[in-house]
């Protein structure tokens, strides 16, 4: 449905207009009826109207004026002046503001303002038809030359270069000038947390499409080539002509540092630039790409979100598990205490202290796995606990965390949750069907759970379950299952773009107004604010 505005000091016509056409049947939404140019104004600004329908002489802003301002905001507005004048400085100007056509009110009729509508929709179709069919057709060349760098950067960097003359042919085909004497700057590209990315845009190669295009997009120095060797890696090559007037290592710095803050304000999505060495031939280019791609413990302890140049980083040869004992108790002691401030602070310190040492860095995930799972064994086999903790799913996550921040981050939440978990069961001696119906509950959060089919499910009087439920958690059942689900609402608007309506219809709400009541009442915003304010 196309959008229309509708603008005029008389009401009558704004009456007549209104209700005599058949909006809905034309394809348009009539989205704000106005009395004067100002609120006219505001509605565009706020609806951002594809038609509009505007009397000239009108209080605080004239039609024309409002035309240019929207115009302005939206070049493909379409624009229909209603007006008593005739004179011919009107239309001279609505001319030069390309207005679509020019509705005398003395003469007006219905049929002709349908027809004018009709005609301006058809106008507006084709020409969105178009607009569609040259970005898909932009697409298809962008992803074709992306398609065949990849080839080409892939068979550079897994075959041996032999005939150095034929792959200088290929590079140059490619946009690689190392013929014309130009030495170029590698740099490597890496995307924060991928694995969580996958999930957010739906797959690896959705997630590759979309970095593929911003980096292409938002990268403005000439001569530059972005290629892609895989959903996880991306490769700039900047020419690097020798010159004592420019600092080229500071203007691609600034530069890429300019593109770290699109993608991230934008598209949430946080980059690494890794900076190599200048080389001047195919065979040391290749070599120092290479070592920009197969740096795992230089990336794993270079941070989160940097620009930084490759250096060699060799890991000890210490063995992390010496110092395991200390750091099980103290982070077991995090636990027990339940002192927010003193596990984050503890965590931190053996950061900075396997940062020091540069631990190799599968030993380093091992040393963290084992920590969590004896942790896990040894507070959570209580009783009337009831534990989710999924070892297979806990080592798929730690090998595809790439840096030490986001492991670091990932135990720090670990410890914090089950920290809170034991300071529960302190407080609460919660009886086994309690704690059942909640592991229930926090498991099938996207289904209708009722009071009274839990208690069946649990074989007991569904007024009994009601009583010890609120007894033992402090709230009734159907408060528990709301507050779950909107928890799981507010993680789900967080890190994902789900729509509202989408994240509603995952949680089992069938009436989305229904939903938004109820995230309302739990979060004092409406699941659109709490998204705009994170």
Not at 13 to 32: F, K, N
Not at 203 to 209: H, I, K, L, R, V
Not at 223 to 235: A, I, T
């Amino acid at each position: 449905m196309y959008k229309v505005v509708v603008a005029d000091d008389h009401f009558p016509v704004l009456d007549y207009l209104s209700t005599r056409i058949p909006w809905g049947q034309l394809g348009l939404e009539l989205t704000a009826v106005c009395s004067n140019g100002g609120e006219a104004w505001e509605a565009c600004q706020m609806n951002r109207p594809d038609i509009l329908v505007t009397d000239i002489g009108m209080p605080l802003m004239d039609g024309l004026d409002l035309i240019e301002k929207a115009r302005e905001m939206n070049p493909q507005l379409k624009a229909v002046i209603l007006s008593c004048h005739e004179d011919f400085q009107y239309a001279q100007r609505a001319v030069k503001l390309n207005v679509s056509d020019y509705i005398l009110k003395e003469s007006l009729r219905i049929e002709q303002v349908v027809s004018v509508l009709d005609h301006l929709t058809k106008r507006l179709t084709e020409e969105r038809q178009a607009e569609d069919n040259r970005l898909s057709l932009q697409n298809v060349v962008l992803q074709n030359l992306s398609a065949i760098r990849t080839r080409f950067i892939r068979k550079l960097l897994e075959q041996p270069v032999w005939n150095e003359a034929e792959w200088a042919d290929e590079a140059e085909r490619m946009g690689i000038r190392l013929r014309d004497g130009i030495p170029y700057l590698p740099i490597a590209v890496f995307p924060e947390r991928a694995a969580e990315l996958e999930e957010r845009f739906g797959g690896a190669m959705n997630m590759q499409f979309v970095i593929d295009n911003a980096l292409q997009e938002s990268v403005r120095y000439e001569g530059h080539v972005l290629f892609v060797p895989n959903e996880h890696r991306y490769l700039f090559l900047f020419p690097f002509p020798p010159t004592l007037k420019r600092n080229l290592h500071e203007e691609i710095r600034t530069e890429l540092l300019r593109v770290q803050q699109l993608m991230h304000r934008h598209l949430r999505i946080a980059v690494s630039f890794y900076c190599g060495e200048v080389s001047n031939d195919l065979v040391q280019l290749k070599k120092q790409i290479q070592e920009l791609f197969e740096a795992k413990t230089f990336r794993f302890y270079a941070g989160e979100g940097v620009y930084t140049k490759l250096f060699p980083a060799a890991a000890a040869k210490e063995d992390i598990f010496l110092h395991y004992s200390r750091a099980f108790q103290e982070l077991k002691d995090c636990v027990l205490h339940g002192d927010s401030e003193l596990i984050a602070r503890t965590v931190t310190e053996w950061g900075k202290f396997i940062k020091s040492r540069l631990y190799p860095v599968e030993a380093v995930k091992s040393w963290v796995l084992k920590i969590a799972m004896e942790i896990e064994l040894k507070y959570t086999v209580m009783q009337n606990f009831v534990t989710n903790f999924n070892t297979e799913l806990q080592q798929r996550t730690i090998a595809s965390i790439e840096t030490l921040d986001h492991l670091l981050e990932w135990l720090h939440i670990f410890v914090k949750e089950k920290a809170d978990i034991i300071k529960n069961l302190r407080n609460h001696s919660v009886r086994r069907e309690v704690a059942e119906a909640q592991r229930y509950v926090q498991t099938h959060v996207g289904e209708k759970v009722s009071m009274e089919e839990m208690a069946l499910r649990l074989n007991l009087n569904p007024s009994h379950f009601s009583r010890i439920f609120r007894q033992e958690t402090g709230v009734t059942f159907v408060e528990f299952v709301t507050r779950t689900k909107m928890e799981k609402a507010r993680e789900l608007l967080s890190h994902s773009d789900l729509t509202v309506a989408e994240i509603a219809e995952q949680l089992g709400y069938e009436h989305v107004s229904y939903f938004i009541k109820l995230f309302r009442n739990h979060s004092r915003m409406s699941p659109n604010e709490f998204r705009k304010s994170m």
